[in-house]
DNA sequence: TATTTTATTTAAAACCATTCTAATCTACTT
DNA sequence: AAGTAGATTAGAATGGTTTTAAATAAAATA
């Protein structure tokens, strides 16, 4: 994505081009799927020869996150993870080296499932697999 | 549970009928499915007059977890659950008051899931279905 | 363009659930 | 009863994340 690209994005969006935003944009919307943690976008960062803060990353992170540029996964191991895929889907959860894989929502089918309890409304459903090395 | 009851439960699992793990069994197995964090066991304990500190409070759900008497829920919402419900199942995570609520095993079932990737080997599946007021 | 306004970035401090430390205490063994 | 291994504790440390408040940069206005 070209950095003209990369602000017509971000303004599509209501965010201002500034440098972090097209720097951390660029990294994270090039077509393919990534998860990222803010310290793994940190790292990245870095070795781009980049300079910004941690802060800034969590402030980014969050503002395309509100703007339904990601998705946050929190809960999955103790960090909160970033994923470029917003659609509807699950994760395998390798925890020998805490890499998440995306699972397609088409590759799961839950049935029987309880009522919902009154007054509530299901807002999402999501199934983590995890696994080990064996 | 009386007390009696209680020591050789903690026996039987290995574990020193201390005053401390005494108080927080008979609070935690009492035959009713129970979700605590260690903040509102803490609540609990104090409720019934009991002191106790609250490194012992994760000591101890920690050590039942190792024996078998509870199951670790990490990663839903910021806080670690434990479950006396230690059998497979999934949960409601009632977003507005950070609630959990069982699901059973039987009630969810998943057909389609992808091929587990090479060398590893599913540990567990988890699904968690979010609710919000509505 | 210069000026003003508003949003953004930042380093450092604060936060908060959880874990660690190391001193004290308690249950079990002999 | 004495010894020892295990348990408890207060308080400090940890680590991911958020907040603060001052400096900076982008947008709007003149």
Redesign the interface.
């Known amino acids: 994505m070209t950095a003209s690209q990369t602000t017509d994005l971000l303004r599509q969006h209501g965010l201002r081009p500034t440098r972090q935003r097209i720097a951390l944009a660029s990294l994270l919307f090039d077509g393919h799927p990534r998860h990222v943690t803010a310290e793994s976008l940190k790292e990245q960062v870095k070795a781009s020869g980049i300079k910004l803060s941690l802060a800034t990353i969590y402030n980014t992170l969050h503002q395309f996150t509100a703007a339904g540029l990601l998705k946050e996964i ?5 960090v909160t993870w970033f994923d470029t895929n917003i659609n509807s889907h699950h994760h ?1 959860l ?3 080296n805490n890499h998440l ?1 995306d ?2 929502a ?9 009522k ?2 009154a ?16």
């Open positions: 929190k809960g999955i191991s103790d395998f390798d925890t020998s894989i699972i397609p088409s590759s799961i089918t839950i049935t029987n499932l309880p919902t309890p007054g509530k409304v299901i807002n999402g459903v999501e199934v983590i697999v995890r696994l080990t090395d064996g």
